[in-house]
């Protein structure tokens, strides 16, 4: 029991004398504490895996690279894709050319 005590106190007596931080600080040091690492934003992680990515490799697609790991590490959801067709028609269809033709004259009357 005494030889407890006197190990306490030799060591709050140690950390007593840290030049910096707080006696807990010092306990920490003594074991091996590590603190854990700051969490960071997903906009800062996805800067950091894309300037790894291009450190490794030029050729490949950092962008997609970078955004996998960083959905994989922070735990998002992929987003689904969308179901259903979409149609693309060229051209305007032949409105657009008439429409500013007679809306021009109408702007320059109220004038």
């Known amino acids: 029991m005494i030889k407890k005590l006197a ?58 690279a970078a955004y996998d790991v960083v959905r994989k590490v922070k735990g998002l959801e992929p987003r689904t894709i969308p179901k259903g067709v979409v149609i693309i028609l060229e051209g305007d269809g032949g409105h657009g050319e008439q429409e500013e033709e007679q809306s021009a004259p109408e702007l320059q009357q109220k004038k």
Do not use: H, W
């Open 7 to 64: 190990v306490t106190l030799l060591i709050l007596g140690l950390s007593a004398c840290a030049k910096n931080g707080t006696p807990l600080d010092f306990m920490r040091g003594l074991f091996g504490y590590t603190p854990p690492p700051e969490e960071t934003t997903i906009s800062e992680e996805l800067k950091l895996e894309y300037q790894r990515c291009k450190k490794v490799g030029v050729d490949k697609n950092c962008a997609q």
